[in-house]
């Protein structure tokens, strides 16, 4: 029986390969992603974009933002922080880094930890705002993920969960780079509005809805395991970066035996044992294209003739 290639994760903690197992039966859905950070990179969302999923990203640093906007055209990019009143708020950017923030004591604390966080004004927005804006108050949504460091509360208390119903709730609840657990100060309103926790992953607490509940709940009970057939991206980037590697070693050491040998065998006055040398060379080379490797990147060579012709004829 044919078996389906692995689920290539591309978030930091596995969170997409438990909802892939709870939802990737569907053949489509869509998403809310409140903190989306990088659009790939540590991104919960994006294995999902890849496989035609859509929906909205709310992103406030500009530099993500950006790169949202350009990799992932499908989505609904929201270019603010979500929180539970509207205006301008101060931003704590860190830049390149997924810690961000709104909140002043959170802020003050990466700086106690070396980070440099840079102040900018960004707007903010309520997301049952965002959720009517995008045209989702009333469809279907089939995951909710809140990660906006240290300013979950916030963002909950700007929707009515009682009446907006996301299936899955993905909240990150402990205090950023931190194992303290920070969701007493949300999670009793959500599970007051119908919310049921499923699992703690040690990271973030995800969270059914009770009408979804006798569907999704098993598969939402244990974190990212061997039994979901899942590599990470970066196990994946690195067998690749591994593979050229080794493409390019079997390239530069067949194109130096090459040229000894072609070498020697040029010599117009070969000294005594150089005819042997230029065998033993030569008897190597053969050797070489006939090992795995060299079969494996014949495609390889050739695109590169190609390349090259193409090149030379510009």
Do not use: K
Not at 111 to 123: I, K, M, N, Q, S
Not at 162 to 188: F, I, Y
């Amino acid at each position: 029986m044919h078996q389906q290639p692995p689920f290539v994760s591309n978030a930091q903690n596995g969170e997409d390969v438990v909802l892939w197992r709870a939802l990737g039966h569907l053949p489509t859905g869509t998403y809310v992603e409140v903190g989306a950070n990088h659009p790939r990179e540590d991104s919960a969302t994006r294995a999902f974009y890849d496989r035609g999923w859509q929906g909205v990203t709310v992103e406030p640093v500009p530099a993500y933002a950006e790169l949202h906007r350009r990799e992932r055209p499908r989505d609904t990019l929201v270019q603010a922080a979500v929180t539970d009143r509207e205006g301008d708020v101060v931003l704590h950017v860190i830049p390149e880094s997924g810690l961000s923030t709104l909140v002043d004591e959170v802020s003050a604390e990466h700086a106690r930890h070396g980070f440099a966080p840079e102040d900018v004004t960004v707007p903010a927005v309520r997301l049952d705002a965002v959720v009517a804006e995008a045209g989702l108050a009333d469809a279907p949504v089939h995951f909710l993920l809140v990660d906006v460091e240290g300013a979950e509360g916030d963002v909950l208390a700007s929707v009515d969960l009682t009446r907006w119903r996301p299936w899955v709730l993905v909240v990150e609840s402990t205090a950023p780079n931190s194992t303290e657990q920070t969701h007493g100060a949300w999670e009793p309103g959500v599970l007051a509005a119908g919310y049921e926790l499923c699992l703690f992953d040690g990271v973030s607490r995800f969270y059914v809805a009770r009408e979804h509940a006798d569907e999704l709940r098993a598969r939402l009970s244990y974190p990212a395991c061997v039994l979901d057939h899942y590599v990470t991206r970066r196990a994946v980037r690195l067998e690749e970066e591994r593979a050229e590697a080794i493409r390019d070693a079997v390239h530069w050491r067949t194109r130096a035996l090459v040229g000894w040998a072609d070498s020697l065998a040029a010599t117009a006055a070969p000294a005594p044992g150089d005819d042997e040398e230029v065998r033993r060379l030569r008897a190597e080379v053969v050797a070489i294209r006939q090992t795995l490797s060299w079969r494996v990147t014949r495609p390889l060579r050739g695109a590169r003739r190609v390349l090259a012709a193409v090149r030379a004829a510009r």
